[in-house]
């Protein structure tokens, strides 16, 4: 049934560009038996440039699996996956449009996602639209050991680091994707880029997703998701993990969204965090011996994922303790469109009392905001190194 509504959910999304039926990037589950001059490719290791008869005909003294293909020659499973050195950016496909990226399928061989930076360039352009560490585009930000099981409309994750992308991808006369190694050692990255070449409607936006982080907030300050952005488009997800710091409850920071023009006040203000992604009441449910517990949950179009769960009794109230949490929010049935700005905060906040009120929190933050917008996009700001991408180890005090 997910499998379904992946499709139609997809399809939904293909209505945002407009245009002609037969030129919808991707299919509804009720119009696949019909015809259409879209011509399927894929690109991958076994088939590096998807042309039309290029799959499996690596030589075997050529493939990176040569030594275990050695027996079955050409024509086997020669080539299937690429090796990434360290330092080093390596183009994983390209092709000539016009035609829409329907799904990328990604595994990394080493556990640490954000050592490994994803980039995708549209018709020919220098600066990338897309320029996010591999798992946080995937929402996996934690890395491939603690990467949730993600069952939504346009985002998948399963079992075993399988990492894959549904967001439509529409390109008019190129695409390129690239991905660069900053980490320590070599890394065989095994993928698959599926796109068909077929008509691109004349309103079809490009695709953008742009990362941003900060150790810590000042309190009373609020942390930047999206800013800077300039020319019509529509916002339609967004990937956030959050560090709380201090005891208790932290997600109560309202989201906001000021467009086209907006100063001090936004358009669109949501009421906390764990509401705007689709969850209520701090994620909690009793357990059989009615003790609350944090719930995790994989939707069509909100998730909510705890990295190191803690004892809601003893250790969720403790001092000097870190908790990490990933969310994500796609707006497929509901996107926020801007006529010529955007930008997206979220704020840090939780409770405290005798007498209970509010309390500003100094938590940390990563996000990745995807948007479709017609180029060219203003420029992103600089990633963090390498080192400051890393997670730094956990505080995690025992109960005394």
């Known amino acids: 049934m997910r499998a379904i509504t992946r499709i139609v959910g997809a399809a939904l999304a293909a209505m945002t560009f407009g245009g002609a039926a037969n030129a919808a990037p991707a299919p509804g589950v009720g119009e696949l038996y019909r015809m259409s001059d879209a011509v399927s490719r894929s690109i991958s290791p076994e088939n590096l440039t998807g042309e039309k008869g290029q799959g499996a005909r690596i030589p075997v003294e050529k493939g990176s699996a040569r030594d275990a293909a050695q027996d079955l020659g050409t ?6 996956f690429v090796i990434i050195f360290p330092g080093n950016r390596l183009t994983l496909g390209e092709a000539e449009g016009p035609g829409v990226i329907n799904h990328i399928w990604m595994t990394l061989g ?45 985002v998948a994750v399963n079992s075993g680091s399988g990492l894959n992308s549904f967001w439509q991808m529409p390109f008019r006369k190129k695409f390129r994707i690239e991905i660069e190694n900053r980490g320590k050692a070599p ?4 993928y698959q880029i599926n796109y068909a070449l077929q008509p691109v409607p004349k309103d079809a936006a490009y695709l953008h997703a742009q990362f941003r982080m900060v150790d810590r907030l000042k309190p009373k300050t609020d942390f ?9 488009g529509h916002y339609v997800g967004t990937y956030l993990t959050h560090s709380a710091f201090s005891p208790g409850w932290w997600g109560e ?9 907006d100063t001090d006040h936004p358009t669109i203000n949501t009421t906390g965090e764990e509401d705007y992604f689709l969850g209520s009441y701090g994620y909690r449910r009793p357990d059989a011996q009615k003790k609350l517990q944090e719930v995790d949950f994989s939707s069509l179009y909100a998730g909510f994922h705890v990295f190191n769960k803690t004892d809601m009794w003893t250790e969720y109230y403790m001092k000097d303790r870190e908790r990490r949490i990933g969310e994500y929010r796609w707006h497929i049935l509901d ?39 017609a180029e060219p996009h203003a420029a992103f700001p600089a990633l963090p190194d390498d080192a400051t991408l890393a997670w730094k180890p956990l505080k995690t005090p025992k109960p005394k």
């Not at 549209?122 to 099981?149: H, I, L, N, Q, Y």
């Not at 920071?253 to 023009?261: A, H, L, Q, R, T």
């Open 187 to 190: 890394v065989p990255i095994y």
């Open 75 to 80: 024509g086997w499973k020669v080539n299937p």
């Open 110 to 154: 080493q556990p640490d996602y954000r050592s490994y930076i994803l980039r995708i360039y549209w018709d020919g352009e220098t600066t990338p639209s897309v320029e996010v560490p591999v798992g946080d585009f995937f929402a996996s930000g934690f890395g491939r050991d603690a990467a949730p099981v993600i069952d939504s409309a346009v």
């Open 335 to 373: 996107p926020v469109r801007f006529k010529s700005d955007l930008k997206v905060t979220i704020q840090a906040i939780g409770w405290q009392g005798p007498p209970v009120r509010y309390l500003p929190l100094d938590d940390g933050f990563s996000s990745v905001a995807y948007w479709y917008q």
């Open 253 to 261: 920071g309202e989201v906001k969204f000021y467009m086209d023009g």
């Open 224 to 232: 930047t998701i999206l800013d800077g952005v300039k020319g019509q």
